[in-house]
Structure formats: C-alpha cells, structure tokens
C-alpha cells in the first residue's frame, strides 16, 4: 500500500525564521509528482510546491523549497522567513492522477 | 473564472436522510475527485472520474454513490447517512493531457457534512 507519514504533527518559528517539515512516502512506483499543500483557518487547500519524481533538481517557489531525496523517499518542505500568513496546516501527498495524503503538520508562526 | 465551486457549503442531516453534495469545475478538467477529510487522517480518497461518463472507487468508497453526467459536474451522494459519515468534503479537478505527469489536483472550499 502506498503511505504518506509526517511525523511531526505540530510545529512553531519564529517569525523570520526557518523552518523544515519532513515527510516520508512508501511506493513502489518510479514515476509520480509529490506536492505539499497548505490549508489554513479558511479551510481552502492550496498549492505550495511541487516536485517531479524524474527530476533531481529541488523545486523552489520563492521562499518555499524542497529537499527531495527519491532513494530515501522523502520530500520535506523548507520555509524561509516564515511570514504569519503561513500559519496552516501542512499536507504533504504523491502521486499521478490519484493523490495520496499525509496526515498533516500544523505550522504556527509566532511574532 | 471560479475554478472549482462546491454547494452547499455547510449541511446537517439525521442518520438515515439522503443528500447530494455538488460539485463544479470551469476549467475544462478532465479529471474530477471527492476527498473527506477527518481529523489526524489527511485527506482520503472517496470516488472519482477520469472522464464524462466514468466514476471509479477511491479509499473510502462504501456508503458513496457519484455521477459524472456532465464533464464539468461531479455529485457525490449519501443515501442514508450515517453519524461515521461526518466530515469536510473536498472535490478536486486536475487537468489530463497525454502527459499524466503533469498533473496539478485544484481543490473546492469544502463541504462540512454533520450528521446527528
């Protein structure tokens, strides 16, 4: 079966500061794109980064970035300069067209 | 451009009574897909929809009915509804070209089911 595990179900930065959210996936597929999505109060699920399983390169989106290790499987989420408004909660997931979910990492960023 | 829209936003039913959650895409999706989301468990599969015409069992699949009649609407329904049933219901559409990997899942605002 295939699993998503984010082992640290809460976490709290400081604001301006670093923080990394880990995940691990288990599959036996070679080719699937990892995401990590945010949900904050409102409830709407957004797109924060993604990663293609072919590339070696880490995806980046502005202050968001990945370190993506395929042999070890595991995709973890690093946030520099940790805003307020990225106050969520943090789904890590995998996949083609089916995605499967992580059970989450609440991030709070303190001021 | 609403992306993808979900109605009715809130619903408290008693077990056993029967509703459907609708959801709507604009964006020319091929692919469409029902979620609920519990506490500690992220977000599971229920059904979903390669094409107009076409549903398939996701993770959670017992006690779901779904209908893809029209490319741009997909409804999950509940037929007797039962208190294990509560929840927030996510419907999500992802664009399909011959490239699968290129696949991006966009999501609704989400339905909070209660079930007394």
């Known amino acids: 079966a295939q699993t998503v595990t984010q082992s640290q179900p809460e976490m709290s930065v400081q604001e301006a500061e670093t923080v990394t959210l880990s995940c691990t996936y288990d599959t036996s597929e070679n080719n699937y794109y990892l995401f990590w999505y945010k949900q904050p109060p409102s409830r709407q699920m957004i797109l924060v980064i993604r990663?293609?399983?072919?590339?070696?390169q880490n995806a980046t989106e502005n202050r968001f970035s990945v370190n993506f290790q395929k042999a070890a499987k595991s995709f973890s989420l690093k946030i520099s300069d940790s805003q307020l408004g990225d106050t969520a909660m943090y789904f890590c997931?995998?996949?083609?067209?089916?995605?499967?979910f992580g059970a989450g990492t609440i991030l709070r960023v303190k001021s | 451009n609403a992306g993808v829209t979900q109605t009715p936003k809130f619903r408290v039913l008693k077990t056993g009574q029967s509703m459907t959650l609708l959801c709507a895409q604009d964006?020319?999706?091929?692919?469409m897909y029902w979620y609920r989301q519990d506490p500690g468990m992220g977000l599971r599969l229920i059904h979903y929809?390669?094409?107009?015409?076409?549903?398939a069992k996701g993770e959670v699949p017992d006690g779901y009915n779904v209908s893809r009649l029209k490319k741009q609407n997909f409804l999950l329904g509940l037929e007797s509804a039962a208190p294990s049933q509560t929840s927030v219901y996510f419907c999500?559409?992802?664009?399909?070209?011959?490239?699968?990997?290129?696949?991006?899942?966009?999501f609704g605002p989400g339905t909070r089911l209660t079930v007394l």
């Open positions: 997931a995998f996949g083609r067209y089916k995605l499967v």
């Open positions: 929809s390669v094409g107009e015409g076409t549903t």
């Open positions: 964006m020319n999706h091929e692919y």
């Open positions: 999500a559409s992802s664009y399909s070209s011959v490239d699968l990997l290129t696949d991006t899942q966009y």
């Open positions: 990663q293609e399983a072919y590339k070696q």
